[in-house]
């Protein structure tokens, strides 16, 4: 059997497999074009050596592995940011609807919200400090610390947490 045939015969048997997985018929499409675009390439080296049919599909299946393991990771990052600027809105709102008139003494409203960082635990304090005072990114900040961007990521949450417990009152 040569390519053409191959292509004729089994591209759209192999284009609804990997639709079932990702979804997306466009991501579909771009997954078998790049696998036959990549068998195409082996096509001479691979026809008598292996069973191309099984190759091919295990090849498709990898592919939409990788494909949804990113939209995974793009999804959990997108919800990440979001609840993240929730907080920081809800802890706006929340400080401008008890603010009152002598907060606006430059001094007092300091105090409040040093004693407020300071009841932080200290690397809670220090990852919130570099982040939201100094202006460094997630991943700045965790190469500084050696820590990861995930344990960044959670100590910035508890921070907005304790924070907005503390300040709403």
Do not use: G
């Not at 809800?90 to 008890?98: A, C, T, Y």
């Not at 982040?131 to 610390?145: G, Q, S, V, Y």
């Amino acid at each position: 059997m040569t390519f053409n045939e191959f292509y004729i015969h089994w591209y759209s048997r192999m284009k609804h497999f990997a639709c079932e997985y990702v979804i997306s018929e466009d991501d579909a499409e771009d997954i078998i074009q790049d696998i036959f675009l990549e068998l195409y390439e082996k096509f001479h080296l691979l026809e008598n050596r292996v069973n191309i049919v099984a190759y091919v599909f295990t090849a498709i299946k990898n592919r939409c592995i990788d494909h949804l393991r990113h939209k995974i990771v793009e999804q959990e990052t997108a919800r990440r940011m979001q609840e993240e600027h929730f907080l920081t809105l809800r802890m706006k709102f929340d400080s401008l609807e008890i603010l009152e008139e002598n907060l606006f003494n430059e001094e007092n409203l300091e105090e409040i919200i040093t004693k407020a960082l300071n009841t932080l635990p200290e690397r809670c304090r220090n990852i919130f400090i570099k982040h939201k005072i100094e202006k460094k990114k997630r991943k700045e900040i965790a190469e500084e610390l050696n820590i990861s961007p995930k344990t960044v990521e959670n100590q910035l949450t508890i921070a907005y947490r304790k924070l907005h417990e503390k300040l709403k009152r």
